[in-house]
């Protein structure tokens, strides 16, 4: 993982070519070529191949693949850096835990607020939902806290359909991370956990809400 770093964020391609490139390699970087920038994907692919994630890869990759999602004019690459949010915070350490809270805040103040264009809170949706369907899967208490918060946007009229279809989104399998076959920190159970969480509360807004109504069935 420190090679795919050095290659991903440092323009680091000394074991790969045997002369210096006349062109920078920082596919993180959005003013970076389309052909560079749709590279995330094979590093999507790696964090969901590698078992653990130590403290400095955290610390240095998080920050710079949520503002690259958020960021970037590419959905396929705003969903494949989204993604692999996801599979960094499942496979995290504790001390991760005070800069995922201080990301997913900005992440949350972006969503939430109605001046931003609508394609860039879609997309500060999509992030949230796959970072929270990571700490789901591992059963993570910041998980809990984002469903929560997830469930006060019905009320949105730009983001409430997209919400309900994201609860889906939260208890399906994907073949391409965050299954054991790609080594996610998985917890038994996690899905009646989280149905025992949302079904509560989608009930209470059913019976209070006529509005959002459609969204809770």
């Not at 004019?73 to 996801?86: E, I, L, P, R």
């Not at 149905?195 to 459609?214: M, N």
Request: aromatic share 8%.
């Amino acid at each position: 993982i420190e090679q795919i770093m050095n290659i991903f964020m440092r323009d680091k391609l000394d074991d790969f070519i045997s002369e210096p490139a006349d062109v920078k390699f920082l596919p993180l970087q959005t003013s970076s070529p389309w052909q560079q920038t749709q590279l995330v994907v094979f590093l999507r692919a790696v964090l969901s191949s590698i078992k653990v994630i130590k403290d400095g890869v955290f610390s240095d990759l998080f920050p710079n693949l949520i503002r690259f999602c958020l960021e970037s004019s590419s959905s396929f690459a705003c969903h494949q850096s989204a993604k692999g949010c996801g599979c960094l915070v499942n496979k995290m350490a504790d001390s991760g835990c005070s800069l995922l809270e201080q990301e997913m805040e900005n992440v949350w103040n972006l969503i939430t607020n109605t001046s931003n264009e609508s394609e860039r809170r879609k997309n500060a949706l999509s992030l949230w939902l796959w970072i929270t369907k990571g700490l789901i899967v591992r059963s993570h208490p910041i998980g809990v806290t984002a469903v929560n918060k997830l469930l006060t946007l019905f009320v949105d009229e730009l983001l409430g359909c997209s919400v309900a279809d994201g609860f889906h989104h939260l208890l399906c399998d994907f073949p391409d991370c965050l299954n054991s076959a790609c080594s996610a920190n998985i917890k038994i159970f996690h899905k009646q956990r989280l149905f025992s969480i949302v079904v509560p509360q989608l009930v209470s807004l059913y019976q209070s809400q006529v509005s959002i109504r459609q969204y809770c069935i």
